[in-house]
């Protein structure tokens, strides 16, 4: 993987009965990277921009769910979601364990968001 020379922050939300908690992880040596989708529509054409984020390692006792967020940077903790607010971020919809098999030439996790 090149250019795996960023810090970002995963935020995770712990739903809890009166109000939610915000957990967040440093994953260092991870890449950053945003293509722009067009797709045609009937109504015309439609811009989505998704982010792609790798890295080699997942910290011990981190879980990526879906709905979490990836920040790029350093975040030691919020305690809403409008504390993300002119961070650049995104909701997590997908996340790849490609660390195992042998097919993979360097092992690493994928999360794509948008």
Same mark, same amino acid.
Request: net charge neutral.
């Given at each position: 993987?090149?250019? /795996?020379?960023?810090? %970002?922050? !995963?935020? !995770? @939300?712990?739903?809890?009965? +009166?109000? #939610?908690? *915000?957990? /967040?992880?440093?994953?260092?040596? /991870?890449?950053? &990277?945003?293509?722009? =989708?067009?797709?045609?529509?009937? =109504?015309?054409?439609?811009?989505? @921009?998704?982010? *792609?984020?790798? &890295? $080699?390692?997942? $910290? #011990?006792?981190?879980?990526?769910?879906?709905?979490? *967020?990836?920040? +790029?940077?350093?975040?030691?903790?919020?305690?809403?979601?409008?504390?993300?607010?002119?961070?650049?971020? &995104?909701?997590? %919809?997908?996340?790849?364990? +490609?660390? @195992?098999?042998?097919?993979? @030439?360097? $092992?690493?996790?994928?999360?794509?968001?948008?």
């Amino acid at each position: 993987m090149l250019a /795996c020379n960023k810090t %970002l922050t !995963h935020v !995770h @939300r712990v739903k809890g009965a +009166n109000s #939610d908690e *915000y957990v /967040c992880t440093q994953i260092p040596n /991870c890449s950053w &990277f945003s293509k722009l =989708r067009t797709s045609i529509l009937d =109504r015309g054409t439609s811009m989505e @921009r998704y982010t *792609y984020v790798r &890295f $080699p390692v997942l $910290p #011990d006792g981190v879980e990526i769910v879906k709905g979490d *967020y990836m920040v +790029n940077g350093v975040v030691t903790s919020i305690t809403r979601e409008k504390d993300l607010e002119g961070m650049e971020y &995104f909701t997590i %919809l997908n996340i790849a364990d +490609n660390t @195992r098999g042998g097919g993979v @030439r360097l $092992p690493h996790w994928s999360v794509v968001g948008q």
